[in-house]
């Protein structure tokens, strides 16, 4: 266990609908980090957020946006979604500031676009 | 371009075999390495990390990685894998120091199957 935890394990919605996918860091941790697991284009970073700010953007679509709140857990929002979204969400948290750290990887959400 | 390349797509190995996974990163700078592995339905877990000094780093589960920085590569060993050690393996490197941007950038991953 790595003591990162996201909800829902597994998500199975329409195209065109939304959903929000939630991460809950480790104790102690500022930084969380988003990556999307998919056939095609493998683990890809996607956003990250230390502390509240956002820090660092990869490969994130327009239609989705993230957010860390005060007590440190993110959401990761996507929206009009499409066949291609369905994928594997992960949520990685580590300390983060000044120096690259080992970042701890949560289960993962399944999506499933239908 | 920022790039980790594994260039087995899928490995099989006989229980008790020795194994070795490999990785070629390619970066501006020696970047700090890992090796994550992915149980079906799981997480990733990190197995070891390179940062710095010894570049023959220990792990977790009996692994080790040696650090080349004359081939850019990270290569996973293991002298006797065990049927349990089948996963799907992730090499990943990150940016020294940290700073703005954390981020990892993971290869496309090596699935190993091991036969009784």
């Known amino acids: 266990d790595s003591g990162v935890t996201q909800t829902p394990k597994h998500l199975i919605t329409a195209t065109g609908q939304r959903v929000t996918l939630r991460c809950s860091p480790r104790?102690?941790?500022?930084?969380v980090y988003w990556y999307q697991q998919s056939l095609d284009q493998g683990l890809q970073f996607l956003i990250q957020y230390y502390n509240g700010e956002e820090r660092a953007k990869g490969n994130i679509l327009e239609r989705f946006s993230a957010q860390q709140f005060p007590d440190l857990h993110s959401e990761l929002n996507l929206s009009s979604l499409e066949l291609g979204d369905s994928a594997l969400y992960f949520c990685?948290?580590?300390?983060?500031?000044?120096?690259?750290?080992?970042?701890?990887f949560g289960p993962g959400t399944r999506l499933t676009v239908l | 371009a920022q790039s980790v390349t594994q260039p087995d797509i899928h490995i099989t190995v006989s229980e008790g075999a020795s194994l070795e996974l490999r990785c070629n990163y390619s970066y501006g700078a020696t970047p700090y390495l890992f090796w994550y592995v992915q149980s079906p339905g799981q997480g990733l877990q990190l197995l070891l990390k390179y940062f710095s000094g010894d570049t023959l780093v220990q792990g977790i589960k009996g692994f080790e990685a040696e650090f080349k920085r004359s081939q850019s590569s990270f290569n996973l060993r293991k002298p006797s894998v065990h049927w349990s050690d089948a996963a799907e393996y992730f090499c990943?490197?990150?940016?020294?120091?940290?700073?703005?941007?954390?981020?990892?950038?993971f290869g496309k991953g090596t699935k190993l199957s091991v036969k009784p």
């Open positions: 104790s102690g941790d500022l930084s």
């Open positions: 990685a948290s580590n300390v983060g500031g000044i120096r690259t750290d080992t970042q701890y």
């Open positions: 990943a490197v990150g940016p020294r120091g940290g700073g703005s941007q954390g981020n990892l950038i």
